[in-house]
């Protein structure tokens, strides 16, 4: 009896502790559930990382970047839109570009001021609005 048990679960010379190793596997197998949990995947990271496939690990999202967590309950890292920036590591949302300074690109990691002849009075803008006749800015 106790050599098909064996051959039930390791091949090879029966190990000393055969008891405890059948506990164990009858355990790993019958709670998928439990100790899958103690295990990083694309659902499990904490906010402000993602799930690296690559490295099997969470990692922290990238300047430029925010946390998001998609409809199948996964999360990601995806650019900030234009308008918007993060300058840190691991952001869960990006800010607003403030008066006065733009982001014109998907994925920016700062604003940049208005230059002369240019304003914006708006937080939160891709592009700055070109001085009306006889106005004058001397840049944001």
């Known amino acids: 009896a106790a050599q098909a048990m064996q051959e039930d679960y390791w091949p090879g010379p029966e190990p000393e ?7 164990a596997y009858d355990f790993i197998r019958g709670h998928e559930e439990i100790w899958s949990a103690w295990f990083p995947s694309a659902r499990s ?12 690990v969470c990692t922290m999202c990238e300047v ?12 990601t890292c995806s650019d900030c839109d234009v308008g918007r920036y993060s300058r840190l590591r691991g952001a869960v949302a990006c800010e607003p570009c403030d008066a006065g300074r733009f ?8 604003c940049q001021e208005c230059a002369a002849g ?13 001085c009306t006749v006889g106005g004058v800015s001397g840049g944001g």
């Open 45 to 56: 990271c904490i906010e402000g990382n993602f799930f690296d496939e690559a490295l099997q």
């Open 17 to 23: 502790n055969l008891f405890y190793q059948k506990v």
């Open 64 to 75: 430029g970047k925010h946390w998001q967590r998609l409809l199948n309950g996964s999360v």
């Open 118 to 130: 240019r304003h914006q009075s708006d937080t939160g803008r891709a592009l700055c609005d070109t």
């Open 103 to 110: 982001q014109g690109e998907p994925g920016g990691s700062e």
